[in-house]
């Protein structure tokens, strides 16, 4: 409802490869398409992985902390640093 709200139509959630089946589901149910993000060697997603993928028709991500390989999604602590907010979008837009 926020992005309608303000006249944005984004209609795509990022959903980690090691989510449950359950999370692209949900996404598809709210009208969402959901777009895979690969995790890295250590079954975890980057903060490349995701910026790679973000762009304004992103409305947000999906994850489970711990994943569900039970591993923590460590790259949180790292997007809550303000040189990495930016690197959600290419062209170094924050989003809200």
């Given at each position: 409802?926020l992005?309608?709200n303000r006249?944005a139509?984004?209609?795509?959630?990022?959903?980690?490869d090691?989510a449950?089946?359950t999370?692209?589901a949900t996404?598809?149910?709210?009208?969402?398409?959901?777009v895979q993000v690969?995790s890295?060697?250590n079954?975890i997603?980057?903060?490349?992985?995701v910026?790679d993928?973000?762009?304004?028709d992103t409305?947000?991500i999906?994850?489970?902390n711990?994943n569900?390989?039970?591993?923590?999604e460590?790259?949180?602590?790292?997007w809550?640093?303000?040189?990495c907010?930016?690197?959600?979008?290419?062209?170094?837009?924050?989003r809200s």
């Amino acid at each position: 409802m926020l992005h309608k709200n303000r006249g944005a139509q984004r209609s795509k959630i990022l959903i980690p490869d090691t989510a449950h089946g359950t999370n692209p589901a949900t996404a598809t149910l709210c009208s969402y398409s959901s777009v895979q993000v690969k995790s890295n060697e250590n079954g975890i997603l980057s903060v490349e992985s995701v910026a790679d993928l973000m762009d304004e028709d992103t409305s947000g991500i999906m994850l489970t902390n711990p994943n569900t390989l039970g591993l923590f999604e460590d790259c949180l602590l790292r997007w809550r640093k303000p040189e990495c907010c930016n690197g959600y979008s290419k062209n170094g837009k924050n989003r809200s």
